[in-house]
């Protein structure tokens, strides 16, 4: 789960998307019930996509990761 900057403080703010029938917590009760957790996140993402070697930020945060752990200098 990746959450949008300004749903995250939504959520420290008012409480409203993990309170009952709350978008999270409707998405994370639908996740416990499910046998294949991988299948089901796959299928159905949430918030917004996570960021990959396509993405044009990429390079900052290769270079974020790399400085935190211990990665190749490129991949």
Same mark, same amino acid.
């Given at each position: %789960?990746?959450?949008?900057?300004? +749903?995250? +403080?939504?959520?420290?703010?008012?409480?409203?998307?993990?309170?009952?029938?709350?978008?999270?917590?409707?998405?994370?009760? &639908? +996740? #416990?019930?499910?046998?294949?957790?991988? &299948?089901?996140?796959?299928?159905?993402?949430?918030?917004? %996509?996570?960021? #990959?070697? #396509?993405?044009?930020?990429?390079?900052?945060?290769? &270079?974020? %990761?790399?400085? %935190?752990?211990? +990665?190749?200098?490129?991949?």
């Amino acid at each position: %789960m990746f959450l949008q900057t300004y +749903l995250a +403080l939504l959520i420290v703010e008012t409480g409203n998307s993990l309170g009952a029938g709350g978008d999270i917590r409707v998405y994370l009760e &639908k +996740l #416990s019930a499910v046998e294949d957790v991988e &299948k089901f996140v796959e299928e159905n993402p949430f918030g917004q %996509m996570p960021i #990959s070697e #396509s993405n044009e930020s990429w390079g900052f945060y290769f &270079k974020v %990761m790399s400085a %935190m752990y211990s +990665l190749p200098r490129s991949i």
